[in-house]
């Protein structure tokens, strides 16, 4: 899935200069998160700043291998901020969309810019659109928390996935056959405050369905969206899983916590939710039960089941979970 940001209209709109990709599998290496919080303080004029991109070493059309380069920061404007140029390295063609990285206090790597165009030519000052502003729309668009440090109000707030961040004396490190594999990971994030496993965990989640709401359905078949909320004061939710007629028929890894829409056929149905934090407790929501009206389900034996075989007949039909398989490895790799 890639999309682009529905305000970007070319050449001046660097402050929305913002598209991205999901992957259908993590890519094995340490994340760079975006600056968020107060690493916002950070960004100031001749901060030093790293850019990372494929556009060529002078000008003309094309792209060429991955690179890296130490600039400065040079303005800190309304839509957008102004790296490198001016006889210090800066973009070229084909770097657009490449980050601009600033070392946080923990020594690891934020994302501050996405550069968006350069003036002057190939090597001249670069445009950089402020990362931290697509935060809204990217959580939107991918269904992912991007800010895992902090709550959505910029205060620190860290969960097990403010942890294994790539460090900042990573730069340079790794190939591209190998995936940049090499490149260091750091210990739990402690840019803004200690780390989410500073303190003992003994708080289990609170986990609860929010659609559909129990109570009848009309049939003879129902088709509904399943989403659940789930909150940990701790060290924050692992994993929820969804239950239905005693049987656990998928797991999501990552908020929100959005199953797809599911087929019913007649009969009564029991959700429920489970999640598990990242100390290992684990809590069970309240049942929603649905009762599907159709043949078989006015008062008579049996399920109404469409078929022989399985529980209640159920059917999925949209199966929007998202398998995040390194969040999973890494919470057990902490024992």
Not at 72 to 100: H, K, Q
Request: hydrophobic share 40%; aromatic share 8%.
């Amino acid at each position: 899935m890639c999309r682009v940001h529905p305000d970007y209209g070319g050449l001046g709109s660097e402050a929305v200069d913002f598209a991205f990709c999901r992957l259908a599998e993590p890519a094995p290496v340490p994340t760079l998160p975006i600056a968020f919080g107060c690493e916002a303080a950070l960004l100031e004029p001749k901060a030093a700043a790293v850019i990372v991109g494929y556009g060529e070493t002078d000008s003309g059309t094309g792209d060429g291998p991955k690179r890296w380069a130490a600039a400065p920061v040079r303005l800190v404007l309304g839509d957008y901020f102004e790296v490198g140029g001016l006889g210090e390295p800066g973009v070229c063609a084909g770097d657009s969309g490449g980050p601009a990285l600033l070392r946080a206090a923990d020594d690891t790597w934020r994302v501050f810019g996405v550069a968006s165009v350069h003036a002057a030519g190939c090597g001249g000052i670069g445009h950089y659109a402020y990362a931290e502003r697509a935060i809204p729309w990217l959580e939107e668009q991918a269904e992912l928390d991007l800010t895992p440090c902090h709550a959505s109000d910029g205060s620190w707030r860290p969960d097990f996935r403010c942890d294994h961040f790539a460090r900042a004396n990573s730069a340079g490190v790794g190939t591209w056959t190998d995936s940049c594999a090499a490149a260091p990971a750091g210990p739990a994030g402690t840019s803004c405050g200690p780390a989410f496993d500073a303190s003992p965990d003994d708080t289990p989640p609170t986990v609860a369905i929010t659609s559909p709401e129990p109570g009848p359905q009309p049939g003879p078949t129902a088709v509904v969206e399943v989403v659940a909320r789930a909150e940990d004061v701790g060290w924050g939710v692992a994993e929820v899983a969804l239950e239905i007629d005693g049987e656990v028929q998928a797991r999501d890894e990552e908020p929100q916590w959005r199953f797809g829409a599911a087929e019913f056929a007649p009969g009564s149905h029991t959700l429920v939710a489970i999640a598990e934090d990242a100390a290992g407790h684990v809590t069970r929501s309240e049942p929603v039960v649905l009762a599907v009206e159709g043949e078989g389900t006015g008062g008579g034996e049996g399920c109404g089941c469409r078929s022989g075989g399985g529980r209640g007949g159920l059917l999925w039909l949209v199966f929007g979970t998202w398998w995040m398989g390194h969040v999973r490895r890494a919470r057990r790799a902490r024992g």
